[in-house]
Every structure is written in C-alpha cells, then in structure tokens.
C-alpha cells in the first residue's frame, strides 16, 4: 500500500533530541503525574481528505514525513514549514502509559489545536473537538492499559473559515498556525477530580481573603475537599461535596493575614494546594497560585473623572499591544525561555501593561505576566463574518478562553472584540441594532461569570461602543498637528452623556478613557523608524488627565508590520535619546511619574534666540519627597562643536493622579550659529536617581544664499580674520560616476531638506570656488566636515517578502557598513569607516522634514595641511577651485552614500571646506 501510494513508511523515534517545551503548561493548574508528548511524531498531509474513508486512523497507515510538536506545521520549528495553505493534516505517534498509574483515569490533554481534532488511540475514536484557541482532553482509559504501548492519530481540520475566530490568521494579515500549536500530555487523575476552579480576590474593609469555586467531577456520592497553602498567612480550609449526576460544587474563602498585594511593582503570588478525595479513593490533588489584586473603575478622591482602580488605587496603563508571533513557531513560542524574555522585554521599557492581541495565548505567557508583573488586556480572537454559525463559534470560544485564564492575576479587562471585525466591518455595525444587542447580551454574560474584572464590548476604531466598563478609541497618526487636534477632540468630547465615541443612540457614562492603540507607523507604515512618532505622541496622550493610560502598538514587529519596540526576531533596534539625555531609554518615557512638553516635537528658532517651552508633570506613583526638574541645552553647531549648557534646576510641584503645570523652561541658543540639538528635562529624586526624562529638539538655521531658482549657491562665511568656511548644498554636485541608482532629480525637489544619495559604488564630486582675497592670504591648512553614511537598498528590510516606498529601517544590531575615500585636489585623506545606514531620533532634521525618516550619517572630519601636500597651493592659484570627492570603492558594491545636508541628517552641517590663512584675509575691493 505505502508503494503504491508513493509514501516511505517512517517511525517516530524517541531518541530525536530534547522534548520541545519540556515544561508543564499549566503552572496555574498541575497535577504531579504527567506525561509529556510534545516532539516528534508522524505527520501526513491530506489535501484530498481521503484519510478517514481509507482509515487513516488505522496505525499501520504509512505517514511520509515528521513534524515536531507542539508547533504549527507552517512554522520552520515544525520542520515541515508548509505555508501553501494546506488544510487537513495527520499526526501519529506511539505512547506508553506509566505502570504505576494503574487504578487510576488516564487523560489525554490538548492545550489547542486549529480548528478542528479527531483523536484516535489504538483505532478507536476517543473524542472530538472544535476551537482553535481552547484546551480538551479525552478519557482513555478504557483504550489502553498502563506499562503498555498504544498509538494515537490526530487529524486536524483548518479551514480557515471567515465564519470562525481566527483573529489575525487570515491572507491579509499573518502567517496561518494550523493543527497542534500547544503542547499535548497525559495525565493521571482519580475517578473524582477537580475539574474547574474559580479563584477571586476579596478586600471587604481591608480584610483580605480568596474567594474559592471549585467543581468536582466523579461518580456520585460524597468526597472531602482541602485548601492549603505553603504560607501560613493563608487560611486552610476543608470540607465536603456530594457528587450529583456526576458533578458537585463547593465554594470557601481563605482569609490572607498581613497580605502581600498583587501589583506590576510587586507581583506577589501565593501559592496553593486543592486536594479532593472521594470515597475510597487516592486524593486528585492540583497545585495552583493566586495573586490578591482587586480591579475596579471609579473616581478617586476630587477627580472629574474615573479611572482604572488596582487594589482602589488609580492605576495608569502603559501598555502594548502583543500580538505574540514570532517568526521561528509564528503562535507558539519557541520556549518557555522565550516567553518569559517577552515579558522582561517589557518590563524593561517601563511597561506595566500588554493587550494580548486578538488571541488567548499560551498559559505560560501568561503566567510570566502574573510572576513578572504585568497587566494584561486579554482580546478574544475575532470571526471576520457575522452569521449564527459565527456567534456560535465566537459564543464557544470565549467561554472556554474565561474558564481557562480567569484565575490569572494579571488579567484585568477582558476585550470581546476589535474594531468591530466579525460583528459589521466598515461601518456597518453603526447600523445593525441586531448586532449590537448580540454584543450587550455577551458583555452581560462575561459581567455575570467574571464581576471581578472590567469587560470591553469593542476596541474602537470607529466611534462605535454599545456598553462597556473601558472607553477606549485607536488612533495611527503622523502629524503633529493633527495628531494633537484629534486628541484634543476626543478629549474635549468624552463626558457623561456624550454620543461621541459611541454608535448611533448609545451615550457615553463615566467609564474610563484610555487609549487602546496608537502609532505613527501603522501596519502598512512600512519598515522605519519609530522612535520620533512613539515619543511625541505618548507625550501628547499623558498631557490629559482625563485620559487614564495607553496601548502602544506595538511590543514586536510582526512579519511586515514594523512598529515594535523590537524587531520580529526580538533583536533590539536604537532609539537614539541618549544622544540628548545621557543614557536616556525608551523606559524614561514610560515611568509612573512622566515629564512633559507643549510644544511640537522639535521647534525652530533663530540663532540666539530666546526660546521658552511650557513644561508640565504626570504623577502617578507614590513617590514623596521632593522631586528636582534638571533641564539642559544640548547640541552641534554648524562647524561641529558639541554645546551643552546646564540650565538651573528647580523642585517640581505635583499632585498624585494628576497632570500639573510648571514654570517653562527657557534658554538661549547659541548666537550667529546654525544649530540643533535638544532641549533636555530629567525628573530626579533626593538621591539623584532619574526617574523620567523627555526632550524638545531645537533646531536654528543662520540665513542662507538662494538664488531665484535652482539650487543654493555656495556659502561663504569669515571666521575671524584668518578663517574662512566654503559651503554647499549636497544636492550642488559638480559630477556623480556612478554604477547604481540615484535619486538627484527627486531629492532637487526637496531643496528645504537636501540629501543627496547613490545606491552602488563610484564618485561624487563637489567644487568650492575660493576667493581671490582667501588665496592672496596663502591657505596653510584645510579642513573638510561632512556628514555621511552608506545606502542600503532593501538588504536592511526585515520582511524582505513585503517592501513599500516608505522603508527606511531603524537602526539595530544589523549594521551595513562601508569605506568611503576622500579626495581633495587630487590628494587623498584617511579613509573613513562608515558604520551604517541609520535611521532612528538621532535624525532629528529628517524627522522634521518628514524625509527618509530619522536617517542620518556620521560627521566625518579631515585635515590637509597644504604645504605638506605637493603642488596643491600652486594648482590652486592656477585654478582657484577645491575639488572634493567621495567614493565608494568598487570592491564594496551596494554599499551606496548618502551625503547630508544643514536641513537633514543629525547635523546642521552642509558639505564645508574650512580654510585657514597664513596672514589676515583682505575684504575683497
């Protein structure tokens, strides 16, 4: 048979390596005797699904190939890496069942598998299940017996159904995951278990205690139940349940003595121990854990308005959203290891929050969430239609996604849907009553199974909410302008009674407002730099009071999405602020307490002009004693010189849960001089530790020659008597020889914002006059500043699969470096090494010219001293014109360069000739 079907018949060996995601999935519910069946099993692909007509099922059916689980077959750690959109597949694998289980229940345990499973063990069916997100587990003990061998067949059915939750796993979006995705495992278990536990904080006055739920499955009559936990602060508690019809309930509450408090600051878990004996019987005992936190919505003290209460307190959102792929398992992490590196990454930019996104995510995600301290908004995975067959499916997997994940502390909010996908895309929700009273029914179900959390009906992108605890709206904006008017609207427009925000005949009450997504760099914003758009408008967002926290998008790129903090692989990219605050992060911007400007993101003044920034404080830890604002004027001038200024420090003023206005900055720019840099302000302790830091780019430009039309004509500026600077726009090439691609008709266009860049290798040329008053003088010494980097085409786009006009990659660990030669008059300098082509808030002069955002080149410097370069000061008065060249050496081919401009780049520095004179330079007659 396996001839005649072109298929080898493979086994699946046991000697393959370590078992991927060794680890028990469930910290959150585990029973000591496990087995775990991840790694590496048959497989077979049925694209005609034949397999269950021709008995697939049975165990001596060839399987031509091997996947390794718990991974999706289209992802490389599967090793089977089909991405052609294959909808059926077949796993297999051999398994022994541990003699000394006997008298008890063998189970065997699915975390998930897309969408659809038959499970077969030894021939016979042993279950079936449907739902892509949720756990099941089958009852075999009847089909095998302890100590010996038996096989178990899966069949998995993906259809990718637009009328089933798939969240984002459709052609638009990302990479599919199909079949097994979450580790598999056996499982011992007395005849009477526990099966459900509910687990909910209480804080009645200042008392603590957990409020317990758990339902015990077995055959009926009466078992003893018992509640324990290793810390002695937490109250045991026993009893009993009777067993009807195969089920009883038994609820407690164990009171916590001098309690620890769950808190991202402190993420303080107890754990516990259930232990359920029925008659006659060994005892099923569970280990699990819980964190005593209480979510809640109110208003808090005097405030106007409420906020998000954690443990009764405000508690401000700095979140992300996490999308959780990855590029090796795509929704399966790699490891355990790598989970919990998720969550430290971030912790480490100052997150205290993560929307998981439209996916209910592994259990040990999770968990590192509730050990390591984050809040997590949990979406449910979205249909992409509306019809009954879509409700009933969305209805189910919600509820097994609840019933799973509820006793996970840092779970605050569960999200049923987003952007109204699978309930009326593109409006049509506004206009569909039917469908907006299905969305109240379900809010008020998941309101009546879970109280102790807020629920959020839609994530809205369009104005759209019915009924929710959480006001939340998106926003992917690139302007300033707008982006601060859009704010400011929805600001100004949520109060109690307000239509805004919501659908047609729904009215705002006092839930809390918070945005839930915002971003510069949308999802097709292409491959760039995030760093200016990020830092502005979370600027913008905690200038309100009335707005109560914020869902970044987002904490990773995602295949072609490239708005994360950090690349797909989770390699880091450079933000570039500890060019104006030293050692400034990205978590500097998302502290508890926050320090903040009003202004645009960089403002342009006139050299040695006054300038004044208006500067306010958000408060929201519990810090006391006083606070110090540190500002400083940091920058480069137009001959390269580094600026720093320390202006005087003064104690803040703030109220806790507030935005509080301080006395403006103010500073003087440095005068007759082109300039930028940042006005910089640090918020310190009484130790000096920093606890916040932002900044204002300022940028001043000394007046420049222009003709009529065309291109600015050569600079010339005296510095002192003998010292005169040449200047030049990098657009004012004299000749380019090239072999590559360049853009110069387009960057003249551009002249507010000159770069001039050629992809390849070859020369540009550049040609200073010099005055015949400078060469009367006899130059002794010449100096070149330039600022320069390679040009990469696409070989820095992390989804080379999916490119747009408007890449332009951050900078990160990936570097494209090249040698660039310089030629004066013929006469060589020393090379200089260009380390990349970066983009990234170090550009501030492109980011505000909204050009090859972010990019910028490195400031290269040289000297030629003209008597100890042969026939250089002879040539020159035979020819009074300097000849600077750049090239880029053939052996680097695709290196490319990229020369700047005093409007783009880093550096307000033009390509400069700095001549120095043996005697005093004459004014020309």
């Known amino acids: 048979m396996a001839a005649a079907l072109g298929l080898s018949l493979v086994s699946c060996r046991r000697d393959a390596g370590p078992i991927p995601k060794a680890e028990h999935p469930r910290p959150d519910f585990q029973r000591a005797d496990w087995v775990n069946l991840n790694g590496e099993w048959e497989f077979r692909f049925d694209p005609q699904d034949l397999g269950i007509d021709q008995n697939w099922q049975n165990p001596?059916?060839?399987?031509?190939?091997?996947?390794?689980?718990?991974?999706?077959?289209?992802?490389?750690?599967?090793?089977?890496?089909?991405?052609?959109?294959?909808?059926?597949?077949?796993?297999?694998?051999?398994?022994?069942?541990?003699?000394?289980?006997?008298?008890?229940?063998?189970?065997?345990?699915?975390?998930?598998?897309?969408?659809?499973?038959?499970?077969?063990?030894?021939?016979?069916?042993?279950?079936?299940?449907?739902?892509?997100?949720?756990?099941?587990?089958?009852?075999?003990?009847?089909?095998?017996?302890?100590?010996?061998?038996?096989?178990?067949?899966?069949?998995?059915?993906?259809?990718?159904?637009?009328?089933?939750?798939?969240?984002?796993?459709?052609?638009?979006?990302?990479?599919?995951?199909?079949?097994?995705?979450?580790?598999?495992?056996?499982?011992?278990?007395?005849?009477?278990?526990?099966?459900?536990?509910?687990?909910?904080?209480?804080?009645?006055?200042?008392?603590?205690?957990?409020?317990?739920?758990?339902?015990?499955?077995?055959?009926?009559?009466?078992?003893?139940?018992?509640?324990?936990?290793?810390?002695?602060?937490?109250?045991?508690?026993?009893?009993?349940?009777?067993?009807?019809?195969?089920?009883?309930?038994?609820?407690?509450?164990?009171?916590?003595?001098?309690?620890?408090?769950?808190?991202?600051?402190?993420?303080?878990?107890?754990?516990?121990?259930?232990?359920?004996?029925?008659?006659?019987?060994?005892?099923?005992?569970?280990?699990t854990y819980f964190g005593l936190r209480t979510i809640g919505r109110g208003r808090y003290g005097n405030a106007a308005h409420e906020s998000i209460l954690l443990n009764g307190k405000p508690v401000y959102l700095r979140g992300a959203l996490d999308q959780s792929f990855n590029p090796e398992g795509i929704h399966t992490a790699p490891s355990d290891e790598f989970l919990r590196r998720d969550m430290e990454l971030a912790k480490s930019f100052g997150l205290n929050c993560l929307r998981i996104h439209i996916k209910p995510d592994e259990p040990r995600r999770l968990y590192w969430a509730d050990k390591l301290g984050l809040l997590i908004m949990q979406d449910m995975p979205n249909t992409w239609e509306y019809s009954d067959r879509a409700r009933q499916a969305w209805e189910s997997t919600m509820r097994g996604a609840i019933a799973r994940d509820r006793n996970h502390p840092s779970i605050f909010a569960w999200v049923l849907f987003n952007e109204t996908w699978g309930i009326g895309n593109n409006h049509e929700y506004k206009l569909r009553p039917d469908i907006q009273q299905w969305v109240k029914t379900v809010f008020a179900e998941v309101k009546k199974t879970d109280p102790s959390r807020l629920?959020?009906?839609?994530?809205?992108?369009?104005?759209?909410?019915?009924?929710?605890?959480?006001?939340?709206?998106?926003?992917?904006?690139?302007?300033?302008?707008?982006?601060?008017?859009?704010?400011?609207?929805?600001?100004?427009?949520?109060?109690?009674?307000?239509?805004?925000?919501?659908?047609?005949?729904?009215?705002?009450?006092?839930?809390?407002?918070?945005?839930?997504?915002?971003?510069?760099?949308?999802?097709?914003?292409?491959?760039?730099?995030?760093?200016?758009?990020?830092?502005?408008?979370?600027?913008?967002?905690?200038?309100?009071?009335?707005?109560?926290?914020?869902?970044?998008?987002?904490?990773?790129?995602?295949?072609?999405?490239?708005?994360?903090?950090?690349?797909?692989?989770?390699?880091?990219?450079?933000?570039?602020?500890?060019?104006?605050?030293?050692?400034?992060?990205?978590?500097?911007?998302?502290?508890?307490?926050?320090?903040?400007?009003?202004?645009?993101?960089?403002?342009?003044?006139?050299?040695?002009?006054?300038?004044?920034?208006?500067?306010?404080?958000?408060?929201?830890?519990?810090?006391?004693?006083?606070?110090?604002?540190?500002?400083?004027?940091?920058?480069?001038?137009?001959?390269?010189?580094?600026?720093?200024?320390?202006?005087?420090?003064?104690?803040?003023?703030?109220?806790?849960?507030?935005?509080?206005?301080?006395?403006?900055?103010?500073?003087?720019?440095?005068?007759?001089r082109s300039f930028a840099g940042a006005l910089t302000m640090e918020l310190r302790d009484a130790a000096g530790k920093r606890i916040a830091a932002n900044f204002v780019n300022v940028v001043a430009h000394r007046a420049e020659p222009r003709p009529a039309a065309g291109l600015p004509q050569q600079d010339v500026e005296m510095l002192g008597p003998r010292r005169v600077v040449l200047r030049k726009s990098p657009l004012g090439i004299h000749a380019a020889r090239w072999t590559g691609i360049g853009s110069p008709a387009r960057l003249a266009r551009r002249i507010d914002s000159p770069k001039y860049f050629i992809l390849g290798s070859g020369?540009?040329?550049?040609?200073?006059?010099?005055?015949?008053?400078?060469?009367?003088?006899?130059?002794?010494?010449?100096?070149?500043?330039?600022?320069?980097?390679?040009?990469?085409?696409?070989?820095?786009?992390?989804?080379?699969?999916?490119v747009t006009p408007l890449d332009y990659p951050q900078t990160d660990g990936r570097k494209f470096p090249g040698t660039v030669n310089t030629y004066i008059n013929g006469h060589p300098l020393d090379p200089v090494q260009l380390a990349d082509d970066p983009a990234d808030a170090r550009g501030l002069l492109s980011h505000r010219a909204a050009f090859h955002h972010g990019s910028f080149g490195y400031l290269m410097r040289g000297e030629l001293l003209v008597d100890g370069a042969d026939g250089f000061l002879e040539h020159l008065r035979r020819q009074p014109v300097i000849r600077l060249v750049f090239e880029i050496p053939p052996g680097q081919a695709g290196r490319g360069l990229s020369v700047y401009g005093a409007r783009s780049g880093r550096y307000p520095v033009d390509p400069t000739i700095i001549l120095e004179t043996e005697r005093e330079i004459q004014p020309a007659k």
């Not at 345990?109 to 016979?124: H, I, L, M, S, T």
């Not at 349940?241 to 309930?249: H, K, T």
Request: hydrophobic residues 35%; glycine residues 8%.
């Open 60 to 287: 001596r059916t060839p399987f031509d190939r091997r996947i390794t689980v718990p991974f999706c077959w289209e992802s490389k750690l599967s090793g089977v890496e089909d991405t052609s959109g294959q909808q059926v597949g077949w796993y297999r694998r051999s398994i022994t069942v541990p003699a000394g289980w006997s008298g008890r229940r063998v189970w065997l345990r699915f975390d998930a598998v897309d969408w659809e499973a038959r499970v077969w063990v030894n021939g016979r069916q042993a279950g079936a299940h449907e739902g892509g997100y949720t756990p099941f587990a089958f009852d075999i003990t009847d089909h095998i017996k302890p100590g010996e061998r038996a096989t178990v067949v899966v069949r998995a059915f993906d259809p990718t159904d637009r009328e089933l939750p798939t969240g984002k796993q459709v052609a638009f979006w990302y990479t599919f995951t199909s079949g097994i995705w979450q580790t598999v495992w056996l499982e011992a278990r007395p005849a009477t278990f526990l099966d459900e536990l509910r687990l909910t904080p209480r804080n009645d006055g200042g008392t603590w205690s957990v409020e317990v739920e758990a339902v015990v499955r077995g055959p009926d009559g009466r078992a003893k139940v018992r509640f324990s936990s290793p810390d002695s602060t937490v109250t045991a508690a026993d009893g009993e349940v009777e067993a009807r019809s195969g089920a009883g309930e038994f609820r407690t509450s164990l009171a916590v003595a001098s309690p620890k408090l769950w808190s991202p600051e402190s993420p303080h878990l107890y754990d516990l121990t259930i232990e359920v004996a029925g008659e006659g019987g060994p005892a099923d005992v569970v280990n």
């Open 455 to 672: 629920v959020e009906d839609n994530s809205a992108d369009k104005y759209d909410h019915v009924v929710t605890d959480i006001n939340s709206w998106h926003f992917y904006i690139d302007d300033y302008e707008k982006a601060r008017a859009h704010i400011n609207e929805v600001v100004e427009k949520t109060f109690p009674g307000s239509a805004f925000n919501f659908a047609p005949g729904h009215r705002q009450d006092t839930a809390p407002l918070i945005n839930s997504e915002y971003g510069a760099v949308s999802a097709g914003g292409g491959d760039r730099d995030i760093s200016w758009g990020f830092r502005y408008l979370t600027n913008l967002l905690r200038r309100h009071a009335k707005i109560q926290g914020y869902i970044y998008t987002e904490l990773t790129d995602v295949e072609f999405e490239h708005n994360g903090f950090v690349n797909y692989d989770r390699s880091h990219k450079e933000f570039g602020y500890e060019a104006f605050v030293d050692g400034m992060k990205v978590a500097d911007l998302q502290g508890e307490d926050f320090v903040g400007f009003d202004t645009p993101p960089a403002i342009v003044a006139a050299p040695g002009a006054d300038i004044e920034i208006p500067v306010w404080v958000s408060h929201f830890s519990e810090r006391e004693g006083e606070i110090m604002l540190r500002p400083a004027l940091v920058g480069v001038d137009d001959l390269g010189r580094d600026i720093k200024v320390e202006l005087d420090s003064r104690p803040v003023t703030w109220e806790r849960y507030r935005v509080t206005p301080q006395r403006p900055l103010e500073a003087t720019l440095p005068k007759d």
């Open 763 to 802: 020369t540009i040329e550049y040609r200073f006059n010099v005055p015949k008053e400078v060469l009367d003088a006899r130059p002794v010494r010449l100096g070149l500043l330039a600022e320069l980097s390679t040009r990469a085409r696409d070989e820095k786009v992390d989804w080379p699969q999916q």
